[in-house]
């Protein structure tokens, strides 16, 4: 394993899976008698992206052909 420039490194998939670490899941480095490990602090957040809260809640009776035709129009 290489530690990018930015201090970064890869967690192998079957860690992760073991682990439980999903995308935005909170981690931690433990140290203990000279030795590191990664723990899992919680459970992934929920997305937070200034969109994020208007997600499921369109309420437009049109299909997905007349959205972008709308959006195409010059």
Not at 22 to 27: A, K, L, N
Not at 46 to 65: E, L, N, Q, V, Y
Request: aromatic share 6%.
């Amino acid at each position: 394993m290489r530690v990018t420039t930015k201090g970064q490194v890869t967690i192998p998939r079957n860690v992760r899976e073991m682990l439980g670490i999903s995308p935005e899941t909170e981690v931690d480095f433990k140290e203990e008698n000279g030795r590191f490990y990664i723990v899992k602090v919680g459970e992934p957040t929920t997305a937070t992206g200034k969109f994020h809260k208007f997600r499921g809640i369109a309420t437009a009776k049109m299909s997905t052909d007349q959205i972008m035709g709308l959006t195409r129009e010059t």
